[in-house]
Structures are given as structure tokens and as C-alpha cells.
């Protein structure tokens, strides 16, 4: 099993940033992939972006609502991931969820995760 612990999410104005944290423990040797789902009020939980391990090569991959906005990196020294959001919209108001997969398809599917944080709120004032 993979432990996650996200943190960084908060309060923030349209327009402005925040920089989400996410560290993997336990099995970190089975991951393949590493990412970032979200869950907005009265919506279903949605792929935001993944990235692969380093060894995989590869690229990142991002919902068609984040691109050009939010980037995700690894530091595979701490097994971590990062998702920094800029230009942050009222529609991006969500509980975000860190998520690591020993899968390598239908990396956009919350069904292919194997492993889920506790979820870090991210809200949006307009």
C-alpha cells in the first residue's frame, strides 16, 4: 500500500496561486504514475493531471479546463508531487485529491488509482 499526504490547498482570490504537495509512502516502488483529481461542490470527481515517474520517460498529461494554467512536477528524491495553479477561476473551487497508480491506461479514470489522499480544500473567491 501507498500512503499519501497532501498539503497547500486554502483560500485564494481569482486570479491568484496556490502550490499543492503530495507525498507518497509505503510501496512507492509500484508507481508508475502520479496525479491530481478534483471534486468541485454537486460534481462528479475529475481528472486534473498526471505525471509519469521518472524512469517511465514520458510527459504530463492535464485536463483541457487547466492547461496553460496549472502545472504538475515530481521530486522523485521525496516522492512527491506538486501542483501549482495559477490564474486560479471560481470553477476551480474543489476538494483536490493526490492520487498514485501501478497502471499505465485510462490514466484520466479515477478507477485506475490505486491509491487516494485525504483530499486538501481549494477555494476560490470571486
Known amino acids: 500500500q501507498v500512503q499519501l499526504a497532501e498539503s497547500g490547498g486554502g483560500l485564494v482570490q481569482a486570479g491568484g496561486s496556490l502550490r499543492l504537495s503530495c507525498a507518497a509512502s509505503?510501496?512507492?516502488?509500484?508507481?508508475?504514475?502520479m496525479g491530481w483529481f478534483r471534486q468541485g461542490p454537486g460534481k462528479e470527481r475529475e481528472f486534473v493531471a498526471v505525471?509519469?515517474?521518472?524512469?517511465?520517460?514520458?510527459?504530463?498529461s492535464y485536463a483541457d479546463s487547466v492547461k496553460g494554467r496549472f502545472t504538475i512536477s515530481r521530486d522523485n528524491a521525496k516522492n512527491t508531487v506538486y501542483l501549482q495553479m495559477n490564474g486560479l477561476k471560481p470553477e476551480d473551487t474543489a476538494v483536490y485529491y493526490c492520487v498514485v497508480t501501478s497502471g499505465v491506461i485510462r490514466l484520466n479514470q479515477p478507477g485506475t488509482y490505486d491509491s487516494w489522499g485525504q483530499g486538501t480544500q481549494v477555494t476560490v473567491a470571486s
Open positions: 505525471i509519469p515517474i521518472s524512469w517511465r520517460g514520458g510527459t504530463s
Open positions: 509505503g510501496r512507492t516502488a509500484s508507481i508508475q504514475y
